[in-house]
């Protein structure tokens, strides 16, 4: 997963650099942010001029699916002291959680969760400083005939069809893919907010129907 990690990574390197932002600046928000998703999505509206409230919402919705990790991850590491586990949670990511999840689909007692954990996601982390950094420095210098946003948009299919394992997630991703082409002609992105609003209204009301399903049977 690195080469994917690597490519997104320059991406967003590259669309930082391409931003106007400083690259003091560029290189503390991919340190603190290290969320790709969340900077190519802010990105684009810092640009235009947004309202920053517009900016939060569109960050804040494209980093939920942070949260739903979280609840997967609690029963691994319930056990462990609060500090240690807000600290593990810097270093959540997509890839490493694909990982982690393949590994460890049930919370067994006596392997080290996290030291599981920890070898993908510092992987992760330098990887992916490494990639971005590198974008920011040499973004100008880096042609476009290099289809590097074709090979990020690539990793993040690949990561994102490891996670669709039932017929329901497979359709909330179709709900999402439709309301996100559909409502492309909003401006400042707002598209990206239709379509999470979308998938999470269909999973809400999947669930629904599951546990109305499960109390009417015998």
């Known amino acids: 997963m690195a080469i994917g990690i690597g490519a997104w990574g320059l991406v967003a390197g590259v669309a930082m650099a391409k931003s106007g932002m400083g690259l003091p600046l560029a290189i503390f928000?991919?340190?603190v942010v290290y969320a790709?998703?969340?900077q190519i999505a802010a990105l684009p509206l810092i640009a235009a001029g947004a309202p920053i409230w517009v900016v939060w919402v569109t960050t804040l919705c494209v980093s939920l699916r942070f949260l739903?990790?979280?609840?997967?991850?609690?029963?691994?590491?319930?056990?462990?002291?609060?500090?240690q586990r807000l600290a593990l949670s810097l270093l959540m990511g997509d890839s490493n959680f694909a990982l982690f999840i393949r590994r460890f689909p049930e919370p067994a007692p006596g392997p080290r969760h996290e030291d599981y954990f920890l070898g993908c996601a510092l992987l992760t982390f330098v990887v992916w400083q490494a990639a971005?950094?590198?974008?920011?420095v040499a973004g100008h210098v880096i042609p476009a005939e290099w289809g590097l946003g074709f090979a990020g948009t690539m990793a993040l299919l690949a990561l994102t069809c490891t996670q669709l394992r039932e017929p329901s997630t497979w359709?909330?991703?179709?709900v999402a893919s439709c309301a996100a082409v559909a409502a492309y002609?909003?401006?400042l992105k707002l598209n990206i907010v239709v379509a999470i609003a979308a998938a999470v209204a269909f999973g809400v009301l999947a669930d629904h129907a599951r546990a109305v399903r499960a109390r009417s049977r015998p």
């Open 132 to 136: 971005i950094i590198t974008g920011i």
């Open 29 to 31: 928000m991919s340190v």
């Open 171 to 174: 359709v909330a991703a179709i």
């Open 68 to 83: 739903a990790y979280s609840f997967h991850y609690r029963p691994y590491f319930a056990h462990l002291p609060r500090r």
């Open 36 to 38: 790709g998703s969340a």
């Open 185 to 187: 002609a909003l401006p």
